[in-house]
C-alpha cells in the first residue's frame, strides 16, 4: 500500500491564482481530511469527508474547496489564492471515526 | 480556536530522563491521540486512547486520560536523541471530527 499521497510536493502561487491540491489514499477509508499547519498554530481542519458524497467545514473553510467524488481521492481547491494561505498542508485518512488516523507527506504551498 | 492545549510549549532533556507533555481540552470527546512529527515531516500517530480508559502504554509510552478533568498527558520514558520532535495531542469528537493542538517541540541532547 503507498498510504496518503498528495502532489505537489511544493508550489508557488500568484495572488489571485486557483489551483488544486491532490490527495488520494488506497486503504479503502472512509474518512479523509485536510488541515493546514502554520508556525506555532498546529494542524488547523479546512475540510473534512466521512465518504463519497460526504464532505463538510472544518475550523477554516474560507477560501477553499472541496469535493469526495470516489473513496480513494479527495482534492482540495484554492480558488484565489491569498499570501494568507502560505502554509503546509496535509492531507489525511482513517478507516473510521474511532480509528487512527494517516497522514500524508505534505505540500508547501507559497502564495507570493 | 483549537480544542487540544498542549503543555509545556517546548521542552529540553537529556537522554536517559523521562519526558511529560500535558493536553487540555474543552469539550466532550471520543478519543484522544497522540502524533509525533519530525521536522519538515508527515504526522505519525503514536496511541489513541478512548474517552472510557484512564491509562495506555505502547512500549516506552504512557498516556493518561482524566475525561473529568479534560485533560491528558503523555510520558516517554528513557528518551533518546532519536525523540526530538514536536508532539502533538488531537481530540475526536462523536461525529468523527478530529482537531489538534499546537504541539510541544522536544529537544532531547545526547
Known amino acids: 500500500n503507498a498510504g496518503v499521497t498528495q502532489t505537489p510536493k511544493f508550489q508557488v502561487l500568484k495572488t489571485g491564482q486557483s489551483m488544486t491540491l491532490q490527495c488520494a489514499q488506497d486503504m479503502n477509508h472512509e474518512y479523509m481530511s485536510w488541515y493546514r499547519q502554520d508556525p506555532g498554530m498546529g494542524l488547523r481542519l479546512i475540510h473534512y469527508s466521512v465518504g463519497a458524497g460526504i464532505t463538510d467545514q472544518g475550523e477554516v473553510p474560507n477560501g477553499y474547496n472541496v469535493s469526495r467524488s470516489t473513496t480513494e481521492d479527495f482534492p482540495l481547491r484554492l480558488l484565489s489564492a491569498a499570501p494568507s494561505q502560505t502554509s503546509v498542508y496535509f492531507c489525511?485518512?482513517?478507516?473510521?471515526?474511532?480509528?487512527?488516523?494517516?497522514f500524508g507527506p505534505g505540500t508547501r504551498l507559497l502564495v507570493l | 480556536s483549537q480544542q487540544g492545549e498542549e503543555d509545556p510549549q517546548a521542552l529540553s532533556i537529556q537522554e536517559g530522563e523521562n519526558a511529560t507533555m500535558n493536553c487540555s481540552y474543552k469539550?466532550?470527546?471520543?478519543?484522544l491521540q497522540w502524533y509525533r512529527q519530525n521536522s519538515g515531516r508527515g504526522l505519525v500517530h503514536l496511541i489513541l486512547?478512548?474517552?472510557?480508559?484512564r491509562e495506555k502504554h505502547s512500549g516506552r509510552l504512557r498516556v493518561t486520560l482524566d475525561t473529568s478533568k479534560k485533560s491528558s498527558s503523555l510520558l516517554i520514558t528513557a528518551s533518546r536523541a532519536a525523540d526530538t520532535a514536536s508532539y502533538f495531542c488531537?481530540?475526536?469528537?462523536?461525529?468523527?471530527?478530529?482537531?489538534f493542538g499546537a504541539g510541544t517541540q522536544v529537544v532531547v541532547t545526547p
Open positions: 489525511a485518512s482513517r478507516g473510521g471515526r474511532r480509528e487512527t488516523q494517516y
Open positions: 469539550t466532550s470527546i471520543n478519543n
Open positions: 486512547i478512548r474517552s472510557n480508559e
Open positions: 488531537a481530540v475526536s469528537d462523536s461525529w468523527g471530527k478530529l482537531q
